[in-house]
């Protein structure tokens, strides 16, 4: 079934809350299961701000049960390898390949994408589906529900009434606060994101593969865009300062002050963006609950990450895909769908959110813990990585709802 191609209405409506990758999967998911869907955006325009992601087979999987695999392949970059470096010495401390070998045993490929190619390439379906009506600057002041459904109420005092609720609405979500009311966890680490034209790069550095240099307390990530004519560049570090959660312009200076010590080939990397935003960033701690009746929350309203294993987008993939199979699976029975879908992405992007975490620590290690680190993976196989990996990458929509 391709991305146009929806089942016949049921009948049943679904408020999407939030137009980002996670908004635009969940509308496709659910109405492919038949679903009318009415997708909220607060902001005036469709679309992504940013740079890179990376997307895992697990992505792909998800992209093609959404029916958009091959329009999202056309737009990415599909790499080589792995790859994580010494940021002080310059040596190499890992080394994955993302090769055959990769794709047959994980059924998918390992690729990179600039943010805004891999939203079109979702939108694209979102507006050729009879069944998605969407509208832009409508922010979300109200909630409320009964047991007929559920209704909105946005801040211009506009109702919107559907069957149910579902809030994509980001790191800082109307939905997520309406139903958990939880306080972020700042982190006090600091990422600065840029876009690097293929001239501006060095030479040695145009390298098919996401590298991670990782040094004390930062690292840097730089990988090929847009078939290699651009580079994505990010840099994060340990902030001095107490840090507020949000995105503002950056500044070079206060980068380079953060990575003194690192290697000269690394380093040259710093002088090349002419303009960097600035992102604090935060996570929240995972929560037992996502929502009740008729409400629930999916992709970084319901499990905010740091961006450490390259998996914010690819998790809210997957939440997309498992929403429409536990509607399909539960009979349309929209409450028990929703709680049987928490039920497994709840404590899988747990895993990730604490994994996550582990990594920021792995990378940004100082003294012994460097030492150790740099040791932790020597004389590991290929195939050694990929069963260390299968929990993650070996998603599928055959097995979304184990």
Request: proline share 4%; aromatic share 8%.
């Amino acid at each position: 079934m391709n991305a146009t191609q929806q089942s016949t209405s049921t009948g049943q409506s679904i408020i999407v809350v939030g137009g980002g990758i996670g908004g635009l999967a969940a509308a496709l998911a659910l109405t492919r299961q038949g679903i009318a869907v009415q997708l909220l955006e607060q902001a005036a325009h469709i679309g992504e701000i940013g740079a890179g992601i990376q997307l895992g087979p697990n992505a792909f999987a998800a992209l093609d049960a959404l029916g958009v695999g091959p329009a999202a392949r056309e737009r990415a970059v599909f790499t080589d390898h792995i790859i994580m470096m010494d940021a002080v010495d310059a040596r190499e401390v890992v080394r994955i390949d993302t090769g055959d070998a990769f794709r047959q045993r994980f059924g998918g490929p390992y690729a990179v994408i600039h943010r805004a190619d891999i939203h079109l390439s979702i939108l694209e379906a979102v507006q050729q589906n009879p069944l998605i009506s969407f509208r832009t600057s409508t922010q979300i002041a109200a909630m409320s529900q009964d047991g007929k459904g559920v209704e909105v109420v946005d801040t211009q005092g506009n109702r919107y009434r559907a069957d149910a609720v579902v809030g994509a609405d980001g790191v800082k979500s109307v939905i997520r606060e309406r139903m958990v009311g939880d306080p972020a966890r700042v982190t006090g680490h600091v990422v600065y994101r840029a876009v690097v034209e293929r001239e501006n790069m060095p030479e040695e550095l145009r390298i098919n593969a996401p590298v991670l240099w990782a040094g004390p307390h930062c690292h840097l990530v730089h990988y090929p865009l847009r078939g290699g004519q651009q580079y994505n560049l990010v840099v994060t570090f340990h902030s001095r300062e107490q840090e507020e959660w949000g995105v503002r312009e950056g500044s070079k200076e206060e980068v380079l002050s953060y990575f003194e010590g690192i290697h000269p080939r690394p380093h040259q990397m710093l002088d090349r963006p002419t303009s960097w935003k600035r992102w604090a960033t935060a996570d929240r701690e995972p929560v037992e609950r996502w929502g009740q009746g008729r409400v629930t929350i999916l992709g970084d309203a319901a499990h905010p990450m740091t961006q450490y294993m390259a998996q914010g987008a690819c998790m809210a993939l997957e939440d997309a895909v498992t929403l429409g199979e536990a509607v399909r699976q539960s009979g349309h029975d929209l409450e028990a769908a929703f709680r049987r879908y928490e039920s497994v992405r709840i404590p899988r992007s747990a895993r990730v959110v604490w994994s996550t975490r582990e990594m920021g620590r792995l990378y940004h290690a100082w003294g012994v813990e460097r030492t150790v680190r740099n040791m932790l993976w020597t004389g590991r196989s290929q195939s050694q990585f990929y069963d260390a990996l299968q929990w993650l990458y070996g998603w599928k929509v055959e097995n979304c709802l184990e």
